[in-house]
């Protein structure tokens, strides 16, 4: 059985940074595409990154230049690394193998 628990998520003020991390168990870590997801009240859930089992990476146009997603297949953790926060990215953070698997999320707070 796939388990992704993800950590890091807090409250951080306007420009600060946060480091999640996604631990995975039960599944092939390293075979597999991992999403970083994010969903604000009231809106849906969107994507936020992306790094397939090659180390290729994708963003949303929201998050190019602040944000980083890396991971370590040895681990079997992905990390999003925040930086330069604004309270729009303000939500919980979700991790998501290719196969459909999700964690229960960390609350990242950023204050004005």
């Known amino acids: 059985q796939v388990r992704l628990v993800e950590s890091g998520g807090g409250l951080v003020q306007d420009g600060g940074s946060l480091r999640l991390s996604c631990a995975a168990s039960g599944m092939i870590f390293s075979i597999g595409a991992m999403r970083w997801y994010r969903q604000a009240p009231g809106k849906q859930r969107e994507l936020v990154a992306t790094i397939n089992s090659g180390g290729s990476t994708n963003y949303a146009d929201s998050v190019k230049g602040r944000f980083t997603i890396s991971r370590d297949n040895a681990k079997k953790t992905v990390y999003l690394q925040m930086n330069s926060l604004k309270p729009e990215d303000t939500a919980v953070y979700y991790c998501?193998?290719?196969?459909?698997?999700w964690g229960q999320g960390t609350q990242v707070t950023v204050s004005s």
């Open positions: 998501n193998t290719q196969w459909g698997d």
